[in-house]
Nanobody
């Protein structure tokens, strides 16, 4: 059974850090592009970051560039999203998603087929 499970969310103060994990089961992450998305209350889901399967290229939304870092540990079948200098506007449910295809638009939802259930990130003092 193909499954993606996010973890690592929580409550953090502005300026703080969190590391989200996306663990895969039922398939090997090596051959998949993995994207991170987020959805704030009342807003559409938006792309945050992506790491490709082919050469490990990474992509970031402008709003998180320089603060977030995506990485993968194939031995653990897990992708991480390190989030630093968090802001209140980063508050959202964060989802990871996988795609077996060559990614053309890494931050667009339609590129991905399997999705996790999400983990809540709240940035507040």
């Amino acid at each position: 059974q193909v499954q993606l499970v996010e973890s690592g969310g929580g409550l953090v103060q502005p300026g703080g850090s969190l590391r989200l994990s996306c663990a895969a089961s039922g398939f090997t992450l090596d051959y998949y592009a993995i994207g991170w998305f987020r959805q704030a209350p009342g807003k559409e889901r938006e792309g945050v970051s992506c790491i490709s399967s082919s050469d490990g290229s990474t992509y970031y939304a402008d709003s998180v560039k320089g603060r977030f870092t995506i990485s993968r540990d194939n031995a653990k079948n897990t992708v991480y999203l390190q989030m630093n200098s968090l802001k209140p506007e980063d508050t959202a449910v964060y989802y990871c998603a996988s795609s077996p295809h060559t990614i053309v638009a890494p931050l667009l939802l339609y590129e991905y087929d399997y999705w996790g259930q999400g983990t809540q990130v709240t940035v507040s003092s």
